[in-house]
């Protein structure tokens, strides 16, 4: 089955800056998205991407189905966006299966 | 819109019970529910999906008789562990899937912590 990496596993920033998280998948994708896990483990839908380029606010996100990864931007970090990011993706003829990345941990000080 | 809702959100139970939890889709219909489960500091990994209607399909090492789970309607699909035991205890999270948007986007509830004492 198809394979999600992400990177990197961790990440510390200070409030105000930028950061870009990155994942790679082995396989057509007919499914990609960009979650933000938070505090209490609500998984909070960030972006469907499978190609092409969305922006929502501070966030954005790239997936260059070609080439096989996602990039998802966070500009102006806040402490509020701390929390896991999940990258998870369905292969395209295959049963919906979303299969996830194992996350990146992001702690953005003040 | 595209809200999915679980419930309880928190069970604590003792070893040998049985424990229901239920995923609704609050304002879409939803012919596939997936069930995912999660330990701390891990990832989601599929357990099962749940097609209205019919049975689910369960993913490799998944137990089909612990782990039981109904779609009777278009909004709701239930997980019911049975005969809970300590190393049963996870977060369970389900996700449904939009019919009618036209794409297979999956929309996650806020997730069931069971605890299995």
């Known amino acids: 089955g198809i394979q999600v990496e992400q990177s990197p596993p961790d990440l510390i920033l200070q409030e105000g800056a930028n950061s870009t998280l990155r994942c790679n998948f082995s396989d057509s994708v007919n499914n990609l998205q960009w979650f933000h896990q938070n505090p209490w483990g609500q998984l909070i839908n960030l972006f469907y991407?499978?190609?092409g380029t969305k922006q929502n606010g501070r966030l954005s996100a790239t997936t260059v189905a070609t080439e096989r990864y996602s990039l998802l931007y966070i500009s102006s970090s806040q402490t509020t966006d701390s929390g896991v990011y999940f990258c998870?993706?369905?292969?395209?003829?295959?049963?919906?299966?979303?299969?996830f990345g194992k996350g990146t941990k992001l702690t953005v000080n003040p | 819109g595209a809200v999915v809702s679980q419930h309880p959100s928190r069970v604590i139970c003792k070893s040998g019970t049985s424990v229901k939890i239920e995923c609704r889709s609050l304002d879409f219909q939803a012919t596939t529910m997936f069930w995912y489960r999660q330990f701390p500091k891990q990832s989601l990994m599929l357990m099962a999906t749940?097609?209205?209607?019919?049975?689910?399909?369960?993913e490799q090492g998944v137990e089909k008789d612990k782990f039981l789970i109904n779609h009777a309607s278009l909004t709701l699909s239930t997980l019911t562990v049975t005969s809970a035991h300590p190393e049963d205890s996870s977060f369970y999270i389900c996700?449904?899937?939009?019919?009618?948007?036209?794409?297979?986007?999956?929309?996650f509830g806020p997730g069931t912590r069971l605890t299995v004492l």
């Open positions: 991407i499978p190609s």
């Open positions: 996700s449904a899937r939009d019919r009618d948007r036209g794409r297979v986007e999956q929309f």
């Open positions: 749940s097609n209205e209607g019919s049975k689910a399909t369960y």
């Open positions: 998870a993706a369905s292969t395209q003829g295959g049963s919906e299966k979303l299969v």
